[in-house]
């Protein structure tokens, strides 16, 4: 059986690697030379350690039996395969599909420790939050793919602000029911005040990105400080979802 600790332990630094993604690519485009040289040292940082932590992930998930880790490992060995396709053909959708694969190889990563007792009970006979939650994660899921595609210009801003605001309201929603519930327990409130404090945390970082393109041309490292914590952030707000729905399915 796989360590949990180990599992977090690798979320953790899988989600320091979508940062340090993020800042290659904003790097990348900058106009400055200067940060554009930067961007190199990163990028071959992100390749290298990047492949060093899919071979560390691979040893741990495998170790767990059942579809949930090799789950875990086709994710992980596609995010590495996008990856360096991406650095040698700079391909939009190549690039798009990377930072999808690593998103979701995070979030199945976390689901390893933190869904493990899954109850027997339909979907259809569980309490409507859980339903709920399950939904918001699955718009959650869709939103980072949008993400990925508007940050490699494969589709405009209205298909990342309607999916968006679909993905915050089904997020709220189960969110703030648990959160005024009588019945809840302590550890069910706390997840959904996680939940719903990183989900407003990534609402603002986002309209602040928005703000600062529609208002022209903003300090850069202020703009690639904004985009690197949105797209991180876009993540972590996966992960307090998945860790929301492990408290109700305890409940229940």
Request: with cysteine; charged share 10%; aromatic share 6%.
């Amino acid at each position: 059986m796989v360590d949990g600790r180990i599992v977090r332990s690798l979320v953790a630094v899988w989600l320091l690697m979508i940062a340090i993604g993020a800042a290659t690519m904003g790097l990348l485009r900058s106009p400055s030379e200067a940060l554009v040289d930067v961007a190199w040292l990163t990028l071959v940082a992100h390749k290298w350690l990047g492949t060093l932590l899919a071979v560390t992930t691979l040893a741990a998930v495998l170790r767990r039996p059942g579809q949930d880790g090799l789950l875990a490992a086709g994710l992980v060995c596609l995010t590495t395969v996008l990856g360096w396709w991406t650095a040698q053909t700079w391909a939009p959708l190549a690039g798009a599909s990377h930072a999808v694969a690593a998103s979701l190889s995070t979030v199945v990563l976390a689901r390893l420790v933190w869904l493990r007792s899954q109850s027997t009970q339909l979907d259809l006979l569980k309490p409507w939050t859980l339903v709920g939650a399950r939904i918001a994660l699955a718009l959650m899921l869709v939103q980072i793919v949008v993400g990925a595609l508007l940050r490699h210009k494969l589709v405009t801003v209205e298909w990342h602000l309607l999916v968006g605001g679909l993905a915050v309201l089904a997020v709220l929603i189960p969110a703030a029911a648990v959160l005024y519930d009588p019945r809840a327990v302590h550890a069910e409130r706390r997840a959904a005040r996680w939940v719903m404090a990183i989900t407003l945390g990534q609402v603002s970082l986002g309209t602040a990105v928005f703000v600062m393109v529609l208002v022209g041309l903003p300090p850069l490292l202020l703009w690639l400080a904004g985009t690197i914590a949105h797209v991180t952030i876009g993540t972590a707000t996966a992960l307090a979802l998945v860790a929301f729905i492990r408290q109700l399915q305890r409940a229940h």
